[in-house]
């Protein structure tokens, strides 16, 4: 068993054989619970939801809506199109 201690911005220090032990990265992500007054920490993997083809094919999209749109100056033009198209 290990001591460690909770810092000012609430941080806590890994002791080196429990990451060794578990085979933990820097930036790793954690669940953060408490069972029974003991914390619980849960290394967790987020997947991505996108592939890296579909992000290229969605700012494919964007770029072809964006020489679409149509440009408005900020203020009484920009108020006219708002309560044209979306009022």
């Not at 408490?34 to 579909?54: A, D, F, G, S, W």
């Amino acid at each position: 068993m290990t001591i460690t201690k909770l810092k000012a911005k609430n941080q806590i220090t890994l002791p080196n054989a429990i990451v060794k032990r578990l085979n933990l990265k820097p930036q790793e992500l954690f669940v953060v619970d408490i069972e029974n007054n003991y914390i619980k920490l849960i290394p967790v993997e987020l997947k991505p939801r996108y592939t890296t083809k579909q992000l290229k094919a969605i700012d494919d999209i964007v770029e072809r809506e964006k020489k679409k749109a149509k440009k408005v100056t900020a203020g009484k033009e920009f108020l006219k199109y708002i309560k044209k198209n979306f009022a």
